[in-house]
């Protein structure tokens, strides 16, 4: 089992619908959760850090954790042409000073 | 722009040869990791190094070795290069007190030829 999972193949959006990318990890001791944007031809960009259970927004992102079931999530609400990208999921375990990232879903958005 | 920058941005090098990738941390920020990213693959964890000293290790041979100077600059040194070194080199810097949130840098693309 891989320690971080992003499944889903390529997801194509209309301009103005929520994206939607869900992860999964296996490591149940850990205590930090990141996403990042990574455009073509460039480095990651980190969006969103969660560290508790819950949601927390940030203009048009939503991050949801759940350490029980052990995955993580992004909202992407009223998607652009700009949120065309691949966003990487990265896990952090406590004590542990490495992150360990998805293969990345990429989103394109559909004008 | 995260303030983290890395040099050069592209190399091409001959299988057997030696490469020698640099990264300037962000200012405040004390803690230098490198990965490794390969096509179509999220980033894979190199090391890490803090107050100039390896703080953890990935899955690779020790021909990858590295260096943290003291205003927390970074080197990569890879040996003996092989095809399967061609990839994406990113350095991320953070600081030890937050939560393991890390930056990245625009990389260095290196072709093994």
């Known amino acids: 089992q891989k320690e971080v999972e992003q499944n889903s193949g390529p997801l194509s959006v209309p301009e103005g619908a929520i994206a939607s990318l869900n992860c999964t990890y296996s490591?149940?001791?850990?205590?930090?959760f990141f996403w990042y944007r990574q455009y073509s031809g460039k480095s990651p960009e980190l969006i969103m850090s969660?560290?508790?259970?819950g949601d927390k927004e940030d203009g048009r992102f939503t991050a949801q954790l759940n350490k029980a079931s052990q995955y993580v999530s992004l909202l992407i609400r009223d998607s652009q042409p700009s949120d065309s990208a691949t966003y990487l999921c990265?896990?952090?375990?406590?004590?542990?000073?490495?992150?360990?990232f998805g293969k990345g879903n990429q989103v394109v958005v559909i004008p | 722009e995260t303030g983290v920058t890395q040099s050069p941005t592209h190399l091409i090098k001959t299988r057997g040869q030696q490469v020698t990738l640099r990264c300037s941390s962000q200012?405040?920020?004390?803690?230098v990791s490198w990965y490794q990213q390969a096509l179509g693959q999220g980033p894979q964890f190199i090391f890490q190094?803090?107050?100039?000293?390896?703080?953890g290790r990935g899955n690779f041979p020790p021909r990858f070795s590295g260096l943290q100077f003291p205003n927390y600059s970074s080197e990569l040194n890879v040996n003996a290069l092989e095809l399967d070194d061609s990839a994406l080199y990113l350095c991320?810097?953070?600081?030890?007190?937050?939560?393991?949130?890390?930056?990245f840098g625009p990389g260095t693309r290196l072709t093994v030829t």
């Open positions: 991320a810097s953070s600081r030890s007190e937050d939560n393991y949130e890390q930056y």
């Open positions: 490591d149940r001791v850990s205590q930090s």
């Open positions: 969660i560290y508790s259970n």
């Open positions: 990265a896990v952090n375990s406590y004590g542990n000073n490495r992150l360990a």
């Open positions: 200012s405040g920020h004390n803690t």
């Open positions: 190094y803090y107050r100039e000293e390896e703080n």
